[in-house]
């Protein structure tokens, strides 16, 4: 089965420091996304990119979160500087649109900052 | 805005029983779809079941089926011959479908999670 690929699984960082999670898309797919979960407020929308080009990052806390899509083997989600309040599991998920089997998640990396 | 709302943060159920998982939501669009997506202990999203807007008859997968009742905007998700697999973290998503398949189309909006655990 094809699988959305994210790196690290799992990243522990100090206060102040950048951070740079990865994910390979599916191949062939179009669109795709960065989720947050954290107990308080579940699954929310970070950013979302369809053919490479950004669609919505209204999620986004614009002054230290990036996110881009150099190609389309690769999303990128950058904090600088990180907080101990980003602390959570980052998912990417990817899928075809206009598609309506649902999007494949990858693992998500879970993000630890002291 | 569309919203999801699962109203029972927590239910518990006998092994090889029936569970039903509650979502209701909300929205002034006519084409959407809408899904049930499970969350293991290894927190791995895994894709249940899907459901589409225009269709009267519910989605059924092996043991899991849907009550899709769309006047009540009412999306619930039956679990038959419960499995100890079967414990995990339930979610309800809803996406618009349709138009220009930009901006707020196509993604895909959760609800909070339902905690599922199968006793044995």
């Known amino acids: 089965d094809a699988r959305v690929t994210q790196t690290p699984r799992h990243k522990v960082t100090e206060m102040g420091q950048e951070v740079t999670m990865r994910c390979q898309p599916i191949l062939g797919h179009n669109t795709v996304f960065w989720y947050r979960q954290t107990m308080m407020q579940g699954l929310e929308l970070l950013a979302y990119?369809?053919?490479?080009?950004?669609?919505?990052d209204s999620g986004m806390p614009k002054d230290r979160f990036s996110a881009e899509m150099p190609d389309a083997t690769l999303a990128t989600l950058k904090i600088q500087p990180s907080e101990p309040r980003d602390s959570a599991v980052y998912f990417c998920?990817?899928?075809?649109?206009?598609?309506?089997?649902?999007?494949?998640f990858g693992s998500g990396t879970r993000l630890t900052v002291v | 805005a569309q919203t999801v709302t699962q109203s029972q943060p927590e239910m518990s159920v006998q092994e090889a029983e029936t569970v039903t998982l509650s979502c209701t939501y909300d929205?002034?669009?006519?084409?959407?779809?809408l899904f049930w997506y499970k969350q293991p202990p290894s927190r791995q999203m895994i894709l249940v079941i899907r459901q589409e807007a225009y269709k009267q008859q519910n989605a059924t997968e092996n043991r899991f089926s849907v009550n899709f009742q769309k006047a009540a905007k009412s999306f619930s998700l039956k679990i038959s011959d419960s499995q100890l697999g079967d414990t995990a973290m339930y979610f309800c998503?809803?996406?618009?479908?349709?138009?220009?398949?930009?901006?707020?189309?196509?993604?895909?909006?959760f609800g909070k999670g339902t905690l599922l655990t199968v006793n044995p």
């Open positions: 990119f369809r053919n490479r080009a950004p669609l919505d």
């Open positions: 929205t002034s669009e006519n084409n959407y779809y």
């Open positions: 998503a809803f996406m618009i479908s349709g138009g220009d398949s930009g901006g707020s189309n196509y993604k895909l909006t």
């Open positions: 998920a990817s899928g075809l649109v206009p598609g309506t089997n649902g999007y494949t």
